[in-house]
């Protein structure tokens, strides 16, 4: 069994690991294969800027570099908050315990799931009984990081039948705008009645 994560929720702990739900598996997959016209498996190229030069696959790599354009070790870069004040690392959630924070399911319906994760208990009958019976069918909130990192993803955990699943990734923040009712005064109508009366001095 993979690496087991210890979770609390108040004063209960139990502990189990987390797998990945294959979407392959699950829905099945289309592979196209290209050939030519001898039915030789072709591979991808990019042709640069030139408009006859060729970079297969695996040619290209990614480079940092300064306003100089020279290359930088990353090692040496810092990673700092939009304030401009350093970044705090988060531990990878296998190497501390994490505590679960009861939630509501807005937050699941407001989470822009990344991957969705099926846990494992090394009894599969009793711990997993006792791990649905303290879940119930409430929500739980807490923040997933497989390694340490500077920001970890927003995950939920829920029993659903007879598994334990955990979604993860970004809980989106939506902005309402205020109801604000404008009371609309109405003239009253019998003041707003025009004499109808014929003016004979007119005629």
Do not use: H, W
Not at 29 to 45: I, K, M, P, Q, R
Not at 151 to 159: H, N, W
Not at 175 to 203: P, R, Y
């Amino acid at each position: 069994m993979a690496k087991s994560i210890t979770f609390s929720i108040g004063d209960k702990k139990f502990q189990g690991a987390i797998n990945k739900v294959d979407r392959d598996k699950v829905y099945g997959f289309v592979e196209e294969l290209v050939t030519d016209a001898s039915g030789n498996l072709c591979t991808t190229g990019s042709i640069m800027d030139d408009g006859s030069t060729i970079i297969l696959s695996g040619a290209t790599a990614l480079k940092t570099v300064d306003k100089n354009n020279k290359e930088v070790d990353k090692k040496t870069l810092k990673a700092v908050y939009m304030d401009g004040k350093d970044a705090v690392l988060v531990p990878s959630s296998y190497d501390q315990e994490v505590i679960l924070q009861k939630t509501i399911v807005d937050d699941l319906y407001n989470l822009e799931v990344t991957a969705v994760y099926q846990m494992a208990f090394e009894d599969a009958e009793i711990a997993k009984a006792d791990v649905l019976k303290m879940l119930g069918d409430d929500y739980y909130r807490f923040v997933f990081n497989y390694r340490s990192d500077y920001e970890g993803a927003d995950a939920i955990m829920l029993a659903k039948g007879t598994e334990v699943f955990v979604l993860t990734g970004r809980l989106l923040e939506f902005n309402f705008l205020e109801n604000k009712n404008t009371v609309v005064v109405l003239e009253d109508e019998t003041a707003a009645e025009t004499d109808d009366s014929i003016d004979f001095g007119m005629l």
